[in-house]
């Protein structure tokens, strides 16, 4: 076990090194420069920011200098707000993206799983059918779509909540609902076709023909083996929605991470494009890397294998 966590450890490390080099070469290519977008900015003023910057010294050189920082967790200056480092930018908004997103997981995850199971055990009756419809549009309707209709019926129509912004529980209700309906759905699917193909298999076929209840069969047996394809899930879905949905942030005006995330892009702030994407990128890493560990708890054959 201690030389699969060492194996999967160093590929992490690598992952998180080739995605800070592709990113801050590809951010170089970009036509322009971060203060071209300044009308107040002359060419000359544009020039000494570049060099007050040190975007004016060799690509390596920043390269290299930018790793070392980066070994230290140091991300940089903002190059478009003054005086305002990365890190501390992402101390104060990540929170808020992670709060939305652990109260969508705690939402979706326990309603998807049971509705797959539920589906996959009454397969062909009413209650599939349900099952199956409610996957299917949450699955279909974008998250934005979603997120301005909850606003439309619940906050405008029926005046119920908030329409926007992060201040109170109450706030917090329909951007939560937004973004939990379409991961409810696509746990709800993955958890049902799980769910039948391990029903198809020798050992549940066997399990029943020893007389084991069917609630035995199905906690023991079937939802801890249907549960693999679940946890490779698992670890991109939690790092997307800790780091905060764009679009549901944008919609409900929530000040988290996302918001500097795409203004950074738009506006080539270097220094927060690259700290978002390699924090990111981290997060990332870290998750797949927990769900490779639980892979290894939850079937020893990954582990074992050569």
């Known amino acids: 076990m201690v030389r699969y966590i060492l194996k999967r450890l160093v590929i992490s490390i690598i992952t998180i090194w080739l995605l800070a080099t592709v990113t801050f070469f590809l951010l170089r290519t970009l036509p322009g420069n971060p203060f071209q977008t300044e009308k107040l900015l002359t060419v000359e003023m544009q020039e000494r920011m570049m060099s007050y910057y040190g975007l004016d010294r060799p690509l390596m050189e920043q390269y290299f200098t930018y790793m070392k920082n980066l070994l230290q967790g140091n991300f940089g200056y903002s190059l478009k707000y003054t005086n305002r480092t990365v890190n501390s930018i992402i101390k104060s908004t990540f929170p808020v993206s992670a709060e939305l997103g652990l109260r969508s997981l705690a939402v979706a995850l326990p309603i998807g799983l049971a509705l797959g199971v539920a589906s996959a055990r009454k397969r062909?009756?009413?209650?599939?059918?349900?099952?199956?419809?409610?996957?299917?549009?949450?699955?279909?309707?974008?998250?934005?779509?979603?997120?301005?209709?909850?606003?439309?019926?619940?906050?405008?129509?029926?005046?119920?909540?908030?329409v926007s912004q992060w201040k109170t529980a109450a706030h917090t209700i329909l951007p939560t609902v937004a973004l939990a309906l379409s991961l409810m759905a696509t746990l709800t699917r993955v958890m049902r076709a799980s769910m039948l193909e391990v029903t198809m298999q020798d050992y549940i076929k066997t399990a029943r023909a020893k007389g084991l209840g069917e609630g035995r069969i199905t906690w023991s047996h079937q939802v801890r083996n249907a549960m693999i394809p679940i946890l490779t899930m698992l670890g991109p879905m939690v790092a997307s929605v800790l780091m905060g949905t764009f679009v549901i942030e944008k919609i409900f005006a929530i000040p988290g991470l996302g918001q500097h995330f795409v203004n950074s892009i738009t506006g080539l702030d270097y220094t927060m494009t690259m700290g978002l994407t390699v924090f990111y990128g981290i997060f990332l890493v870290t998750a797949n890397f927990i769900v490779d560990i639980l892979y290894g708890l939850v079937d020893p054959r990954i582990r074992l294998a050569k």
């Open 124 to 162: 062909g009756k009413i209650i599939d059918y349900i099952c199956v419809v409610i996957a299917v549009i949450g699955v279909s309707i974008p998250s934005f779509i979603m997120g301005t209709f909850l606003q439309y019926i619940f906050a405008i129509k029926l005046k119920l909540l908030p």
